[in-house]
């Protein structure tokens, strides 16, 4: 009979255990999940931020300067390198792209006219290429995720491609510039 009684005990607490060490998996998976969303987060509100603050660089050229001829961005009739822009009637930033040889390549930024951010993207080679941010006039999330080469891949991005991103070609004026907003 004691030893019924010590195998049911037994029974017992190796059930316990089992709940015990499900519950922990579950917790840190929880954990593991809000630190990655907060993360995630955290870039997105980095970016707007940094966005609001955004100066333009001394040598940045409007895009009236610029024209297109067979898909490239040209002036002078030579492929642009640098950064062009656009400003809404009130003087405010509408838009900030970032070209290289007549080609986007690099950051883009978009404000509503009041200048608080609306958009935050990177081109490679002319396509949409990496983290995507947009966000309402009042500054909350409308949207993230992440783009492989003009396609949407979710709101992951590879480690290889932010390696890849961070090598894009430095000309003046440019990527650097934009990368340190000034």
């Known amino acids: ?29 929880m954990i593991f999940s809000m630190s990655c969303s907060l993360l995630l ?15 333009l660089p001394p040598n940045a050229i409007s895009f009236d300067e610029l024209t297109i001829k067979d898909s490239l961005f040209l ?22 792209v970032s070209f290289y040889e007549g080609i986007r390549y690099g950051p883009m ?5 009041n200048g608080t951010p609306q958009l935050s993207t990177n081109y490679r080679q002319g396509k949409l290429h990496g983290w995507f941010f947009g966000w309402y006039s009042n500054g909350t999330i409308l949207y993230n995720m992440a783009i492989n080469q003009g396609k949407y891949v979710g709101d992951y991005q590879d480690d290889d491609d932010r390696r890849q991103q961070q090598e894009l070609p430095e000309y003046e004026g440019d990527a650097g510039s934009l990368n340190e907003r000034d």
């Open 1 to 29: 009979m004691v030893i019924k009684r010590k195998f049911n005990n037994n029974k017992k607490y190796r059930y316990l255990a089992g709940r015990r060490e499900a519950m922990v998996k579950i917790l840190l998976i």
């Open 41 to 55: 987060s955290q870039d997105n509100f980095e970016e707007y931020n940094l966005l609001k603050n955004y100066v």
């Open 75 to 96: 002036k002078d009739d030579i492929p642009f390198t640098g950064i062009a822009y656009e400003r809404y009637d009130n003087e405010k930033l509408a838009r900030v």
């Open 109 to 113: 930024y978009i404000w509503y006219p």
